[in-house]
């Protein structure tokens, strides 16, 4: 299997993964960049899945499923581009043989979805859409953030080896931030230089893993005191509990410079 980032708009990714014959792709926000690479690539387009309905996820859909035959799938409970197959917690998709489960995660929207197979050529792989960014979380546009607590504690508790195939590369932004909550944080520093020659390069700091998340990432470490002590020193009051610690973050992010 090969996993590949196609870069689309100014920092969204399309992931394909393909067999080399038979192609998925994760929320395809546009077509033509699509259609042109599998063409490329002479890969046939086997099914879209889709995490949420916003449109830089959903707006290549109509035109893939037209050109391809593709089958669609994509959350049970947000507006999507019919005909579509809609899938929720527990379901489980196959798609180029492989099973799919699918993990509800509100928060960023209402109905956010994401994909977790255990085993892609031997190593788990999710596709979590706009809920966990490398180094960061979606903004709560529908959710709260107790849901969003919950949505992120539950893909923090995929295995670690798991490849975390995020939508967008916002890495660079976020461990700016980051960096900011935790200075002291050693690993971050350095995955920040690393991610920073990568981006200097214009190569993606995607796919990431579980394991590095509970590492850097600030908004899976709202248990941690250092993390909780920084969010108390933002905003007074912040810190007592872990919503309390992620709803801080999240507004401080949201006004990060
Ligand atoms: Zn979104
Ligand atoms: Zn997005």
């Not at 099914?47 to 893939?64: E, P």
């Not at 916002?170 to 920040?192: C, D, I, K, M, W």
Request: aromatic share 6%.
């Amino acid at each position: 299997m090969t996993l590949f980032p196609l870069p689309a708009f100014s920092d969204n990714y399309i992931w394909v993964l393909h067999d080399g014959q038979r192609a998925l792709v994760v929320d395809p926000g546009e077509s033509d960049e699509v259609l042109a690479w599998l063409a490329d690539q002479r890969l046939d387009l086997d099914t879209i899945l889709i995490t949420h309905h916003h449109a830089d996820h959903t707006g290549g859909v109509g035109a893939l499923r037209r050109a391809t035959g593709a089958r669609v799938i994509g959350p049970a409970d947000e507006p999507m581009p019919e005909p579509l197959l809609r899938v929720g917690e527990a379901d489980t998709v196959s798609a180029l043989g492989l099973d799919w489960s699918v993990i509800r995660v509100p928060g960023h929207t209402a109905g956010h979805i994401a994909y977790f197979c255990p085993d892609v050529d031997g190593q788990p792989l999710v596709f979590c859409g706009d809920t966990l960014f490398s180094a960061g979380c979606g903004r709560l546009f529908e959710g709260t953030p107790a849901q969003m607590l919950d949505s992120l504690t539950r893909l923090a508790q995929l295995p670690g080896t798991t490849r975390v195939c995020c939508t967008h590369e916002y890495t660079l932004s976020n461990l700016r931030f980051a960096l900011a909550v935790e200075p002291g944080n050693t690993e971050l520093t350095q995955h920040a230089a690393h991610c920073a020659q990568l981006r200097a390069g214009n190569l993606p700091t995607l796919p990431s893993s579980i394991w590095l998340e509970k590492q850097i990432n600030p908004f899976l470490r709202t248990h941690v005191p250092a993390v909780a002590q920084a969010a108390g020193a933002h905003e007074p009051g912040a810190g007592s509990d872990t919503v309390s610690v992620l709803a801080t973050l999240r507004e401080w992010k949201n006004n990060f410079k």
